[in-house]
């Protein structure tokens, strides 16, 4: 797959302890965008955050371990292949906390490791 010069960046905000059909819906986003051939998807585990209702804060700190913790997952393909995911992004956050953003990126380098 060759990627290169004007795409999307996609961020998906969630809770770690978020499930959808029995999986943590950041795992379920990856393996759809896998499905789609999306060209990359990272999940990365924020340390600190809080939401929309600002209710909690969730933080891992050394004396309390947080199962709920923050998790961004970024996906980066053109706008068409992006456009393929969304309605599969609206069926896996009904009901659930979630903040979804997209961003125009130029990709620089895009290759795969042997």
Do not use: W
């Not at 933080?59 to 709920?68: F, H, R, V």
């Not at 997952?73 to 896996?92: A, G, H, R, T």
């Amino acid at each position: 797959m060759k990627l290169s010069g004007q795409s999307i960046l996609l961020r998906i905000f969630v809770s770690e302890s978020d499930k959808f059909k029995g999986k943590s819906v950041y795992e379920a986003i990856v393996l759809k965008a896998r499905e789609l051939g999306i060209a990359g998807a990272t999940v990365i585990r924020g340390i600190m955050g809080y939401g929309a209702t600002s209710r909690y804060i969730h933080s891992a700190k050394i004396l309390e371990i947080s199962a709920d913790l923050p998790v961004i997952v970024e996906i980066v393909d053109s706008e068409e292949k992006i456009d393929m995911l969304l309605p599969y992004l609206d069926e896996i956050l009904e009901g659930k906390g979630g903040l979804i953003t997209m961003e125009k990126v130029n990709v620089i380098k895009y290759v795969h490791g042997k």
